[in-house]
């Protein structure tokens, strides 16, 4: 596979559990290389719509290049819990009858050196999806406080040994020595862990944290389902494919949550309107079956959840 391209991981579950109809509107809310996008399109009819969205240039200049052409397909630079602003200026307040988003980062981010994602390409330490906004890595590492950083590197990537990760690299701030490259950060990170997983990389788990915090994945994925219930039409779906379990844990919860009643005061023989479930969950967590994860190593850690807005 070369840099450009990227092997949609769980591609006909998902479309299939979206429910395309022919004259229904989509959104896409990670376009990335447009692997879920153009199934979409080939299932809609005439008339149907489909919003593409992606914080990273280059996705959105992929879409530009790609769908844009297509009279159905409306393509909007943003992040996806911008989408109840992006539907009101397109004009479709009265919300979709479907979301997918496939978190995380596509192949060609993570394979081209000068975005600074991989530990094993030398590259700038940038990570960040939306070039055009935000702190790079490397100003980030340049000013976040040694505990701060330890709670992300311990949060986010799950991290034993956080604290004396976060303390090499503050101290090589001390001595204006941090590093500016993926490779020279790794190296930093090898040197503070003291024993080895096999198999990985001792700088996986940090890289991974760094990736979240910059990008604040986390906090976007809370901001858009606090409002996904709202652009939801009846019987509209939510399919979430997530990559690692704090993502997968936040929309498990959402689902769940959304998918219950509360708890009725004593005597309250009638569920009220505003308690009642907004979600119904559509499946158990899906996985790619045993011919994805052979055919695409990327796979293994997918998992997928779908939900139907109830009316
Ligand atoms: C795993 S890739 C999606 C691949 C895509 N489904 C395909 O088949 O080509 C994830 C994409 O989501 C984008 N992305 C991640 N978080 C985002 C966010 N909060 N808002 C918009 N795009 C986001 C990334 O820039 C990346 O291009």
């Not at 590492?141 to 990537?157: C, D, F, M, N, S």
């Not at 769940?256 to 479930?277: I, S, T, W, Y």
Request: hydrophobic share 45%; aromatic share 4%; proline share 7%.
């Amino acid at each position: 596979m070369n840099a450009a391209e990227h092997s949609p991981v769980l591609l006909e579950p998902a479309v299939e559990m979206l429910a395309v109809r022919a004259d229904g509107r989509y959104v896409d809310g990670t376009y990335g290389r447009g692997g879920h996008a153009r199934r979409i399109l080939q299932r809609l009819g005439p008339s149907g719509q489909l919003l593409v969205i992606d914080r990273d240039p280059e996705a959105i200049a992929h879409a530009q290049a790609y769908v844009a052409d297509d009279a159905r397909c409306v393509v909007r630079h943003a992040a996806f819990d911008e989408l109840p602003a992006l539907l009101r200026d397109l004009g479709w307040s009265e919300g979709v009858d479907g979301v997918l988003l496939d978190l995380g980062v596509s192949s060609p981010q993570l394979e081209a050196a000068e975005r600074g994602f991989s530990f094993r390409r030398e590259g700038p330490l940038d990570m960040r999806m939306d070039t055009r906004a935000g702190p790079t890595a490397a100003e980030y590492l340049a000013q976040v406080p040694e505990r701060e950083l330890a709670q992300v590197i311990r949060r986010y990537g799950e991290e034993r040994f956080a604290r004396r990760i976060a303390r090499a690299i503050a101290a090589a701030r001390e001595e204006a020595a941090l590093p500016q490259t993926t490779s020279g950060l790794a190296r930093l990170i090898a040197a503070a862990v003291p024993t080895r997983e096999a198999g990985k990389d001792p700088a996986t788990r940090t890289f991974q944290a760094l990736r979240i915090a910059i990008n604040r994945e986390l906090e976007i994925l809370a901001s858009f389902l606090d409002v996904a219930c709202d652009v939801l039409r009846p019987a509209g779906r939510l399919v979430v494919i997530s990559f690692h379990s704090l993502e997968d844990r936040q929309v498990k919860r959402f689902m769940r949550d959304n998918a219950r009643v509360g708890d009725l005061p004593p005597g309250v023989p009638v569920v009220p309107e505003h308690m009642r479930p907004r979600l119904q969950l559509v499946s158990k967590a899906i996985r790619p079956e045993r011919h994805e994860l052979e055919a695409n190593p990327r796979a293994r850690s997918a998992v997928m959840r779908v939900a139907e807005r109830l009316p």
